[in-house]
């Protein structure tokens, strides 16, 4: 089975400081995507981050970008100028160009210290 | 944010029981997902719909049965409830790029308690 692992169960960060949240992933595909989710306490699922395995450029979102390296397939999440409001849950998945289902991995939980 | 309802929000049944989940969406998008979410697990996919009357299983379809008879609807049906199927079911909607090309957008949960 391809997997998607996150070998950081927790994590912490200081407000306004930054914090990178790791994911290495298994896969035989050349074409697929990666994305990284955050579960609030509120359990909603929101989107924070998507990269295509095509392109070489990482994705950015505002404070939130990857750092994607294909050939050791990682694909890390930087959080920069952390806000009390970052903390939750943060799962990482990757998605086959194929395939309906995405893998995810089993999540970090971060916690912002005031 | 996409258009997702899930009902219900939560639900206490019975082992043995038939319980039956429903997700509707207003974004008019051809595919539709049921994962379930456990402790250590991170979301595994149950059962996934591309089209009306279209759907295949995913990764822990065991006990689990779907159906979709409109495109804004995708029911997950557990014919006979067991303690294993607690959990936290999330409904998943994508676009009409299909495959997982396209961002998946998620329901916000029902929270199932199976005694």
């Known amino acids: 089975a391809q997997t998607v692992t996150q070998s950081q169960p927790e994590m912490s960060v200081q407000e306004a400081e930054t914090v990178t949240l790791s994911c290495t992933y298994d896969t035989s595909e050349s074409d697929y995507y990666l994305f990284w989710y955050k579960q609030p306490p509120s359990r909603q699922m929101i989107l924070v981050i998507r990269?295509?395995?095509?392109?070489?450029q990482n994705a950015t979102e505002n404070r939130f970008s990857v750092n994607f390296q294909k050939a050791a397939k990682s694909f890390s999440l930087k959080i920069s100028d952390s806000q009390l409001g970052d903390a939750a849950m943060y799962f990482c998945?990757?998605?086959?160009?194929?395939?309906?289902?995405?893998?995810f991995g089993k999540g970090t939980k971060l916690s912002v210290i005031p | 944010d996409a258009g997702i309802t899930q009902s219900p929000r939560h639900k206490v049944t019975e082992t043995g029981t038939p319980v039956t989940l429903r997700c509707h969406q207003t974004?008019?998008?051809?595919?539709m997902y049921w994962y379930r979410q456990d402790p250590g697990h991170g979301l595994r996919l149950i059962h996934y719909?591309?089209?009306?009357?279209?759907?295949d299983k995913g990764e822990v379809s065991d006990g689990y049965s779907v159906s979709r008879s409109k495109t804004e609807d995708f029911l997950l049906t557990l014919e006979s409830a067991t303690s294993s199927q607690t959990s936290v079911y999330f409904c998943?909607?994508?676009?009409?790029?299909?495959?997982?090309?396209?961002?998946?957008?998620f329901g916000p949960g029902t929270r199932l308690l199976v005694l």
């Open positions: 719909s591309y089209g009306v009357k279209d759907t």
């Open positions: 990269q295509e395995a095509y392109k070489q």
């Open positions: 998945a990757r998605g086959g160009a194929g395939s309906y289902q995405l893998t």
């Open positions: 974004e008019n998008h051809r595919y």
């Open positions: 998943a909607i994508s676009g009409d790029s299909g495959g997982t090309g396209e961002t998946q957008y």
